[in-house]
């Protein structure tokens, strides 16, 4: 079945470090990919996406590039901020017959980003 | 815009009680569902509906019912609370439809349910 596995966190930055989280998929098919974030007492929203391979999502200053040959779409930002402080969650739809009204998740990575 | 809207936000029950998650959508999105977040677990998913009629189970569906009667509406019935159903919930709807689609899913704020 397909999965996704994402760096467990927490992790924790000070202001204006380089943000890399990363994320790792097993799918059947050719699937998109999505990183949603949830920031504190609200529902997840989505932060970028890619659908199909060497596509680059971006958004905010955040960046994935979806990389078939290592199944991975790793979360980049040059610089973080405060207001980064978020639950980051890596997901994937598969383009495959019956089965593409499901998103499957990853367990999210909590981001603390300190002054 | 209204987008998804989840009540209640916080509900406190005792164990084998009933109670209802409701969940609109304004968007007339055919697609709609139900995660439940746990610490460590991520998001799992329920039960979702593709269309008015028209329900299937997720990876995690036992303890809950769902209805889609209209194309608004999607509720979560748990028909007897037990302490493992603690969680927070949330609706998302997109407007998914067929093999090729990649719709983003739109989430509600989430409701927290406590069963003692």
């Known amino acids: 079945g397909n999965s996704v596995t994402q760096m467990e966190g927490p992790v924790t930055l000070s202001e204006e470090a380089f943000l890399t989280i990363n994320c790792t998929y097993t799918?059947?098919?050719?699937?998109?990919l999505f990183w949603y974030v949830q920031y504190p007492g609200e529902g997840l929203q989505l932060l970028l996406k890619?659908?199909?391979?060497?596509d680059k999502g971006s958004n905010k200053g955040f960046e994935a590039t979806y990389r078939k040959e290592t199944t991975s779409f790793h979360l980049e930002k040059g610089s973080v901020q405060v207001s980064d402080s978020a639950v980051y969650f890596c997901?994937?739809?598969?383009?495959?017959?019956?089965?593409?009204?499901?998103?499957?998740f990853g367990k999210g990575t909590l981001l603390t980003v300190n002054p | 815009n209204a987008g998804v809207t989840q009540t209640p936000k916080f509900q406190v029950l005792k164990t084998g009680q009933s109670m209802t998650l409701q969940c609109a959508q304004d968007?007339?999105?055919?697609?709609m569902s139900w995660y439940r977040q746990d610490p460590g677990m991520g998001l799992r998913l329920i039960h979702y509906?593709?269309?008015?009629?028209?329900?299937d189970q997720g990876e995690v569906p036992n303890g809950y019912n769902v209805s889609r009667s209209t194309t608004e509406d999607f509720p979560l019935r748990l028909l007897s609370a037990a302490p493992s159903q603690t969680s927070v919930y949330f609706c998302a709807s997109s407007d998914w439809g067929g093999l090729t689609n990649t719709g983003e899913l739109f989430f509600g704020e989430g409701s927290r349910l406590t069963v003692l």
């Open positions: 968007m007339n999105h055919e697609y």
């Open positions: 799918a059947t098919g050719y699937p998109s």
């Open positions: 997901a994937l739809s598969a383009n495959s017959g019956g089965s593409n009204y499901k998103l499957t």
């Open positions: 509906s593709v269309g008015a009629g028209i329900t």
């Open positions: 890619a659908t199909k391979a060497d």
